[in-house]
C-alpha cells in the first residue's frame, strides 16, 4: 500500500545532543510538510517543500533544518534538541497544493515522539 | 490575522448525532479541511469544502457557508471508535497557497 513512512517512531536524546527524524513517502507525492504537535494542541507546520523548493515557516527556530534529497525522502534535523522541543512530529504529503481538494487532503506518517532528556 | 474557533470538547452518546462547529477569519478563503486524530496517532483527513453546501461521505458529513465563513462536522450514528479529536483547518491566501492552518481541535468522547 502506498504510504508516509516515519522511523523511528519513538526517539530519546539528550539536551543539546543532534537528532535526525526521517520520512518516507511512496505516494509519489509532490509536496511534503513537516508538523510540531504538542499534547492537546493543534499541528504546526514547521517547514513544507514542493519538490525541491523549501518553504521555511517565519517562526520556524534556527534550531529546526530539514532536507530532501529526492522526492520519496525527507528528513529533520534538530540540531541542540531543548527540553520545549519534546513532541511528536508528524510528516505529511500532500499531491499538490492551492484551492483544490489535492492541496488539502494531505498524508500524515504515523509520527516520531521526541523526548528529551 | 487569522483565527478558527471550534469547541474544545464534545461528548455525546453512541447512536446520537453530533455536530462540531468551525468559524474562521481569513483573507482569500479558499477551502475548509476536516480531520480526525486518535490518541497517539496520526490525522486523517475526512473531507474538504471549498463550495457552500453539504459534503456527505459514509456517516460523515461536512457543510460551509462562505459567507458566514463557518462549517461544521456532523458525525451520525456515532461509534465508540469515533471517540477522537476533531481538527477544522483552513487554506488561503494569507496562509499561503500551500498551507493549512488547524483549529486547536474538539475532542470528542462517546459513551455507551
Known amino acids: 500500500d502506498a504510504m508516509v513512512i516515519q522511523n523511528p517512531r519513538y526517539q530519546v536524546t539528550q539536551f543539546g545532543k543532534p537528532v535526525t527524524l526521517s520520512c518516507s513517502q511512496t505516494l509519489n507525492h509532490n509536496v511534503m510538510y513537516w508538523y510540531q504537535q504538542k499534547s492537546s494542541q493543534a499541528p504546526k507546520l514547521l517547514f513544507h517543500?514542493?519538490?525541491?523548493?523549501?518553504?521555511n515557516e517565519a517562526d520556524t527556530p534556527d534550531n529546526f533544518q530539514s532536507r530532501r534529497p529526492n522526492t520519496s525522502f525527507c528528513f529533520l534535523d534538530i540540531r541542540s534538541p531543548g527540553l520545549g522541543d519534546a513532541a511528536m512530529y508528524l510528516c505529511?504529503?500532500?499531491?499538490?497544493?492551492?484551492?483544490?481538494?489535492?492541496?488539502?487532503?494531505?498524508?500524515f506518517g504515523p509520527g516520531t515522539r521526541l523526548t528529551v532528556l | 490575522g487569522q483565527s478558527l474557533e471550534q469547541p474544545s470538547e464534545v461528548t455525546a452518546v453512541e447512536g446520537a448525532i453530533v455536530q462540531i462547529n468551525c468559524t474562521y477569519q481569513t483573507s482569500g478563503f479558499y477551502g475548509l479541511s476536516w480531520y480526525q486524530q486518535h490518541d497517539g496517532g496520526a490525522p486523517t483527513f475526512l473531507s474538504y469544502n471549498a463550495l457552500d453546501g453539504l459534503e456527505e461521505t459514509g456517516r460523515f458529513s461536512s457543510f460551509l457557508s462562505r459567507s458566514d465563513s463557518y462549517g461544521y462536522l456532523l458525525l451520525q450514528e456515532l461509534q465508540m471508535k469515533d471517540s477522537a479529536s476533531y481538527f477544522c483547518a483552513v487554506s488561503s491566501e494569507e496562509s499561503g497557497y500551500n498551507k493549512l492552518i488547524f483549529g486547536a481541535g474538539t475532542r470528542l468522547a462517546v459513551h455507551p
Open positions: 505529511a504529503t500532500s499531491r499538490g497544493w492551492g484551492a483544490e481538494r489535492e492541496g488539502n487532503e494531505q498524508f
Open positions: 517543500y514542493y519538490d525541491k523548493d523549501f518553504n
